[in-house]
């Protein structure tokens, strides 16, 4: 039996590719470790596999089918992601008769396939610029939120 030569079984193409996968489980892995700090839903693994996943489509989807006579169209892909995604992201929200929980876990899941998505299409400091938005709204705008009182709006002082 000859020996298989990894390099003839690993393309530099495959190398950058499963460099894409790794990036993505790193970038949504970030994301999901905020979520998981604060007890939510979806946290650390959901992230890092939504962002994963939604690399190897968008992978799949722009290298996948080259030579094979099909036509290719790798928005049609990205374009299901954004929707199965959020059907995902739904699952996550809870409503009670006094509160809807979950809609930044939702919005953080989105967030990652569409980080996924820019990794996947070759947009790495684009992912990167988004994951660290992405990580400062969660971080810095949550005392804000405590600041904002739920149905009250800003007075006209002009009135009083």
Not at 96 to 101: L, S, V
Not at 121 to 134: D, R, S, Y
Not at 142 to 155: A, C, N
């Amino acid at each position: 039996m000859n020996a298989v030569n990894l390099a003839d079984l690993v393309s530099a193409q495959s190398l950058r590719e499963m460099g894409e996968v790794l990036l993505a489980l790193l970038l949504g892995a970030a994301i999901g470790w905020e979520r998981e700090w604060r007890h939510r839903p979806a946290g650390l693994r959901t992230h890092m596999l939504v962002c994963a996943g939604a690399t190897c489509f968008a992978i799949a989807s722009g290298y996948g089918y080259v030579g094979l006579g099909t036509a290719r169209d790798p928005a049609r892909i990205a374009a299901q992601i954004v929707s199965g995604v959020g059907f995902l992201g739904a699952g996550t929200i809870w409503k009670t008769a006094d509160t809807i929980r979950g809609l930044t876990t939702a919005a953080s899941i989105w967030l990652v396939a569409a980080i996924g998505l820019l990794i996947g299409a070759g947009m790495e400091p684009l992912a990167v610029f988004t994951t660290v938005a992405g990580l400062l709204a969660l971080w810095l705008l949550r005392p804000v939120k405590g600041m904002i009182e739920p149905g009250s709006e800003p007075r006209d002082e002009s009135e009083a």
